[in-house]
């Protein structure tokens, strides 16, 4: 089946770095468009990045841009999101979702990982 | 900046008829616009309902419909349940490979 798992969330520092991945499995992973989402606590969702099928084509938030990179290793089945000059808004859960769109398959979403930006 | 617009909160009798919306805050949705549905139970991550306007993936019951309607994007539930008490969330794509969330809307089933 269809499984998405993030992993690289902790605790860090105001305008230090992290890097999040997600590992794919149960699909083919190299086909797909995907996403970055993340969930304040206690707020909603907000789309964070997205990254083509071949990582040609990538997108992102404004309130991310400049500061978030969006990559992926489709030989390891694995999709990235580096993190640099974090803040106290990026206090959040990131999600790894797939295709919005959902051209080949339903959206699907991992379990995301908890990011905490604090001194 | 391209707002989506969802209301904040929603009341349902059990077994009755719910329709949320998700609208744009300069223009109307439409098709293109690719809008999906994601249901959200607390400490959960968010579920599919609906995606590419009106299809359900597999595992969901029918009673989650999508559409347009007028000028946005719509949910309806029929037959509520208790269990769809949650928060439901609608993403549209707006061009240019960005993505917005709707703030969300808080489902009370009672």
């Known amino acids: 089946q269809v499984q998405l798992v993030e992993s690289g969330g902790g605790v860090v520092q105001p305008g230090r770095s992290l890097r999040l991945s997600c590992v794919a499995s149960?699909?083919?992973?190299?086909?797909?468009?995907m996403h970055w989402v993340r969930q304040a606590p206690g707020k909603g969702l907000e789309w964070v990045a997205v990254i083509s099928h071949d990582g040609s084509n990538k997108a992102d938030a404004d309130s991310v841009k400049g500061r978030f990179i969006t990559s992926r290793d489709n030989s390891k089945n694995t999709l990235y999101l580096q993190m640099n000059s974090l803040r106290d808004e990026d206090t959040a859960l990131y999600y790894c979702a797939r295709d919005l769109i959902g051209v080949t398959g339903a959206p699907h979403w991992g379990q995301g990982t908890l990011v905490t930006v604090s001194s | 900046q391209t707002v989506v617009t969802q209301e904040p909160s929603f009341s349902v009798s059990p077994g009755g008829t719910v329709t949320l919306t998700c609208g744009l805050s300069?223009?109307?949705?439409?098709?293109?616009?690719?809008p999906s549905w994601y249901q959200q139970t607390p400490g959960q991550a968010p579920r599919t309902l609906i995606y590419?306007?009106?299809t359900r993936p597999s595992g969901v019951p029918d009673r989650f419909s999508g559409s347009i309607l007028g000028n946005k994007a719509a949910l309806t539930i029929t037959g509520a349940q208790a269990d769809d008490e949650c928060h439901y969330y609608c993403v549209l794509y707006v061009g240019s490979g960005i993505w917005v969330f709707g703030g969300g809307t808080k489902l009370t089933v009672l």
């Open positions: 590419t306007t009106k």
């Open positions: 300069s223009g109307s949705v439409s098709t293109s616009h690719y």
């Open positions: 149960g699909f083919s992973f190299s086909t797909y468009t």
